[in-house]
Each structure stands twice: as structure tokens, then as C-alpha cells.
């Protein structure tokens, strides 16, 4: 079946840190794979998004690259600041049901100043 | 701007009454998604609707109804054989292909 798995959080980092958030997907054919963030009391919002191995998804300063060797789509970015202080969800679209999405159970960060 | 609007953002039930949790988008898209979520945790689908007049269940439909009469609106009604209701509440909608969701800012319903 579908199934996508992030690391467990929080990730607490200090401002300017390399941020990794890890994740891991299992699936039927070749998905799109996305990132929401959810700052805290709000609806999540799309952070990036790739449609096909080897893409690279960027946005704010943030990247994911679709590995189907590894089947993963990490989160990194190179220099953290506090407003990025969030919950990032992972999410792989189901393309034999109607393009819903399956999610990850989300990863906490905190980064402090 | 397009968008999807949840309203309101803040409601309060007493026990033993159901209350509705407004959803509409000016998006034009097809299929709408109502999703609950708890402190700290992640996403669970309620119900889910891909075309007007027709919706299926979500993880944990129980305690819970929804209707689909216009494209545009998608309300949800907490009944009280929902236990514990208490909870963030999030719509989204998407188009047909591979473009993922756009959500509302939420509701966070409480129980007093």
C-alpha cells in the first residue's frame, strides 16, 4: 500500500543550523511528493513539491530532490531561522484513487535564536 | 484571490448539541477534503467529497455528517454522538491531477 514516514520530532536547532527533515515513502508506480508546512494555528500551506525521480522541489530556501532509489524526499535547508519554527508535513499523492494524498504524521521544529 | 474559507475560527459547544463548521472555496475545484486534527498530532480524513452530490467516509466518519450541494461548499456538522469533539478542524480542495491541496486556516472547535 501507500504509506509515507517522517522522522519524529521536534528537531529543536539553533538559528542558522542545517536543517534535514527525513522522509520516507512506499507506494504503487512513481508519485508526486510534496511538503506542507503548518505554522502553529493556521492551515498548512505548500512548501514544494516534485513530480518525477531526480526532481528537485525548492521554495524559501528550502529543497527536497525525489530519490526513487532510496524511495525519500528529506527536507533540508541550509540556514534556519526562528520564523521557520513549524510543523512540516510530508505527503505522497495516490495516483489510482483520485490523486488524494497520504500523510505523514508531521515533524515538529523548533529552532531557537 | 481565490481561496478556500473556513468559518468561524472559533466555536463553542455545549455538550449534546451539533454544531456546523462552514467550508467554502472560490477555487473551482472539484473535490473537497475535511480533516481533524489534535494537539500534536498529524492529519485524519473525515469525509471527503469528489464531485457535487456525492461524498464518502473518511478514517473516523463516525459522529460526524457532511453535504455537497454546490461545488463551492462543502459544511461540515459535528453531531453529538461525536465524544470528543474537541479538536482543530481543516478543509482543503484540489483540482483533478497532480497538484495537490489548498486548505482553509481551520476551526478549532471546543467543548464546554
Known amino acids: 500500500g501507500n504509506s509515507v514516514t517522517q522522522m519524529e520530532g521536534p528537531v529543536t536547532l539553533s538559528e542558522e543550523a542545517f536543517l534535514t527533515i527525513n522522509c520516507t515513502y512506499t507506494a504503487t508506480g512513481y508519485p508526486s511528493l510534496f511538503w506542507y508546512v503548518q505554522y502553529p494555528g493556521e492551515g498548512l500551506q505548500l512548501l514544494l513539491k516534485a513530480t518525477k525521480a531526480d526532481d528537485k522541489g525548492s521554495n524559501k530556501g528550502f529543497e527536497a530532490t525525489y530519490r526513487k532509489e532510496t524511495t525519500s524526499f528529506h527536507l533540508e535547508k541550509g540556514s534556519v531561522q526562528v520564523s521557520d519554527s513549524a510543523v512540516y508535513f510530508c505527503a505522497l499523492v495516490r495516483m489510482d484513487s483520485n490523486y488524494q494524498l497520504i500523510w505523514g504524521a508531521g515533524t515538529k521544529l523548533i529552532i531557537k535564536p | 484571490d481565490g481561496g478556500i474559507t473556513q468559518s468561524p475560527k472559533y466555536l463553542f459547544r455545549k455538550e449534546g448539541q451539533n454544531v456546523t463548521l462552514s467550508c467554502e472555496q472560490n477555487l473551482n475545484h472539484d473535490a473537497m477534503y475535511w480533516y481533524r486534527q489534535d494537539p500534536g498530532q498529524g492529519l485524519r480524513l473525515i469525509y471527503y467529497s469528489q464531485i457535487v452530490n456525492d461524498f464518502q467516509k473518511g478514517d473516523i466518519a463516525e459522529g460526524y455528517s457532511v453535504s455537497r450541494e454546490k461545488k463551492e461548499s462543502f459544511p461540515l456538522t459535528v453531531t453529538s454522538a461525536q465524544k470528543n469533539p474537541t479538536a482543530f478542524y481543516l478543509c482543503?480542495?484540489?483540482?483533478?491531477?497532480?497538484?495537490?491541496?489548498?486548505f482553509g486556516s481551520g476551526t478549532r472547535l471546543t467543548v464546554v
Open positions: 482543503a480542495s484540489s483540482r483533478q491531477g497532480n497538484y495537490g491541496y489548498t
